[in-house]
């Protein structure tokens, strides 16, 4: 099983990053797919989350990244997406996508550094 993230990188305030996380190893469309970040002395929290199409395809973010983030998923490609626009310094993080079922992770991806400085 992998979760490989990607797409992460140094962008000005303002800017926009697409990142992607390629899944492999499980049947990709029966979980839940989410995004996570955790800055440097703080706690992983959660971005957003897609729901499996069985679920309704419903997708939630965090309010402070509602109409900033948007996430969706590629089944056929078994990669969700996290496209980030008008980006902040206080976004940059460490992003992880994460599977999940019945409301409880199974795997982790390994992340993916996102740093926002002019």
């Known amino acids: 099983v992998q979760l490989v993230e990607s797409g992460g990188g140094l962008v000005q305030p303002g800017g926009s990053l697409r990142l992607s996380c390629a899944a492999s190893?499980?049947?990709?469309?029966?979980?839940?797919m989410r995004w996570y970040r955790q800055a440097p002395g703080k706690e992983r929290e959660l971005v957003a989350t897609?729901?499996?199409?069985?679920?309704?395809?419903?997708?939630n973010y965090v309010d402070s990244m509602k109409g900033r983030f948007t996430i969706s998923r590629v089944n056929a490609k078994n990669t969700v997406y996290l496209q980030m626009d008008s980006l902040k310094p206080e976004d940059t993080a460490v992003y992880y996508c994460?599977?999940?079922?019945?409301?409880?992770?199974?795997?982790w991806g390994q992340g993916t550094q996102v740093t926002v400085s002019s």
């Open positions: 994460a599977a999940a079922r019945a409301g409880v992770i199974s795997y």
């Open positions: 897609i729901s499996t199409a069985g679920g309704g395809g419903m997708i």
């Open positions: 190893g499980f049947t990709f469309s029966s979980y839940s």
